[in-house]
């Protein structure tokens, strides 16, 4: 059993500190000051556990968990924030980053051994899940090898800010979009949900001619809609049968939850209200905020719309999928009541110019 754990932390108190209270338990500690030399710590000892305090110099702890995740060989090494601050959003700034949790300072010397154990153990417990589950696409692999090429190059040598941003702005975006695909293909009846509603969201905006700003934020949107199931409760989600009322309200906590996640994350302004809003109606009788539809962005709009048609012609655990010409109707039905009249209008025409049974359709439809 690997027994090594890697601390990144500049304080060298606090790095005596944590050494001698964890090989007293039997652990292995390695060091690193700052953000960049405890990437390539990870890389050469390949730790079964990293403790990344988040203010140190050079690359926060939040952009140096985020690089270490884009690495194939770590990404699954488990990240543990090690923070002073507990404001509103640093929780979901931490799981944004990749972390799977955080200890709070000053550590509690006397549960600070046990937090440790309990984060290893529930480690091996959800790598052994991912054994089982044999089947799962890991379709990350091939994106997070080209992410490592790019990400690495930048070094100490890259550190212009603009550069920088923008680079850890594409590694964001890719490992909220991994986590969210491999949280769909753990359930056959929802996985792939994510892409098809992005496929629809996209060829409608298109079809509506909207500029190519507007087609990369509703791609954005529509990849990562329902984020905010990641942390909403997985038995609600793969339930057979349908969900009872106290279910439901967890449920449709998933987009404001997605919007939490999300919004520390200031370049992504307009796709996390879009993400907030995909579940409200142009009626303003939607969840989370009742938004009545003239207030809606087009774009939720759009999403609403793509992620409500591929529901309806999904199977679920609860029901069965419907054609897509009932599903259709049904937008057209709830046109002006749920839907944007003008948004279900296109995607009528888009779907009828396109022919509803062809066979490229039929192979975006889930199983």
Request: proline share 3%; net charge negative.
């Amino acid at each position: 059993m690997n027994r090594s754990i890697l601390q990144i932390e500049d304080n060298e108190a606090n790095r005596t500190l944590v050494r001698r209270v964890l090989e007293a338990r039997g652990y292995s500690v390695f060091d690193a000051e700052d953000g960049l030399s405890g990437i390539r710590k990870a890389q050469e000892i390949k730790p079964a556990l990293i403790l990344m305090d988040i203010n140190i110099p050079g690359l926060d702890g939040y952009e140096a968990a985020t690089r270490i995740k884009s690495i194939k060989e770590l990404e699954n090494t488990p990240i543990v924030a090690i923070t002073a601050s507990t404001m509103h959003g640093d929780r979901e700034r931490c799981l944004s980053a990749g972390c799977i949790g955080y200890i709070q300072k000053p550590i509690d010397i006397k549960r600070f051994p046990e937090q440790i154990d309990e984060f290893l153990s529930g480690r091996e417990e959800s790598l052994s899940l991912e054994e089982e589950r044999s089947h799962l696409k890991d379709y990350s692999h091939r994106l997070v090898t080209r992410l490592q090429e790019k990400v690495m190059s930048l070094e100490v040598k890259t550190q212009q800010l603009e550069a920088r941003e923008k680079e850890t702005e594409e590694i964001y975006l890719n490992v909220m979009a991994s986590l969210t695909k491999a949280m769909e293909e753990k359930d056959s009846y929802t996985a792939g949900h994510s892409d098809r509603v992005t496929y629809y969201s996209v060829e409608i905006g298109k079809f509506m001619e909207l500029g190519s700003d507007k087609i990369k934020v509703l791609t954005r949107a529509a990849k990562l809609h329902d984020i905010g199931k990641l942390v909403v409760d997985l038995s609600h989600i793969n339930k057979p049968g349908k969900l009872d009322e106290e279910e439901w309200e967890q449920m449709r906590r998933h987009p404001e939850v997605g919007a939490n996640i999300l919004g520390p994350l200031g370049f992504l302004k307009e796709e996390v209200e879009i993400i907030r809003s995909h579940h409200e109606r142009w009626d303003g009788t939607g969840y989370p905020n009742r938004v009545d539809g003239k207030k809606l962005n087009l774009l939720s709009c759009i999403v609403m719309a793509a992620d409500s048609y591929d529901a309806m012609v999904s199977n679920r655990r609860y029901r069965a999928r419907v054609s897509p010409k009932e599903a259709i109707a049904e937008l057209e039905r709830c046109k002006g009541s749920q839907y944007h009249p003008v948004v279900v209008d296109a995607f009528v025409e888009f779907m009828n110019r396109k022919g509803i049974d062809h066979r490229e359709h039929l192979l975006l439809s889930a199983p």
